[in-house]
C-alpha cells in the first residue's frame, strides 16, 4: 500500500511539472521530469522558461530533502531550490537573461551532502 503511494505522488509531482511546464508562447525551452537516480526516486523537478521557474519536489518519507541547482550551461549556479519533506515542492523564479542556456541538477541532500543526482541540459531562458 505504502508503495503505490510513492508511485501516486511521484505520478502527481510529474503531472504537476508538466502542468507548469505547458503554456502558450515562450521565449525559452523547459527542462521538465529530472528524477534523482534513487531506485524509486525521492526527488523530481524542473525548470519553466516562461517566468524562469525552478521546482523542486521531495517524493519519498526518507529523510532526504530534494534540491534543485539550476546554472549556466558553461557552468556557474544561478539558483538552488530545496524542498524538505515529504509531500512538498518549491517553486523559485529568478530574471535570467533571455538565451540563457541552462542544466538543471536534481539531487537528494541529507546531513548537508547532496547524493543520487541527476543533470539535463537543453533549458534556454
Known amino acids: 500500500m505504502m508503495q503505490k ?17 505547458s503554456g502558450t ?3 525559452g525551452t523547459n527542462i521538465i ?3 534523482t537516480t534513487d531506485s524509486r526516486p525521492g526527488g523530481a523537478g524542473s525548470f ?8 523542486v519536489c521531495d517524493a519519498q ?3 532526504y ?8 550551461a558553461d557552468g556557474p549556479l544561478w539558483k538552488t531550490v530545496v524542498a524538505g519533506g515529504y509531500g512538498t515542492c518549491k517553486s523559485e523564479s529568478i530574471n ?10 536534481i539531487c537528494l541532500r541529507k546531513n548537508g551532502v547532496d547524493s ?6 537543453g533549458g534556454v531562458a
Open 48 to 55: 519553466v522558461a516562461n517566468g524562469d521557474l525552478t521546482q
Open 5 to 21: 503511494r510513492k508511485f501516486a505522488f511521484v505520478g502527481a509531482v510529474a503531472a504537476g511539472l508538466l502542468t507548469l511546464s
Open 116 to 121: 543520487f543526482c541527476r543533470t539535463k541540459g
Open 25 to 27: 508562447a515562450m521565449a
Open 33 to 35: 521530469n529530472v528524477y
Open 96 to 105: 535570467i537573461p533571455e538565451g540563457e542556456k541552462l542544466t538543471l541538477t
Open 65 to 72: 530533502a530534494a534540491v534543485a541547482y539550476l546554472r549556466r
Open 61 to 63: 518519507e526518507d529523510g
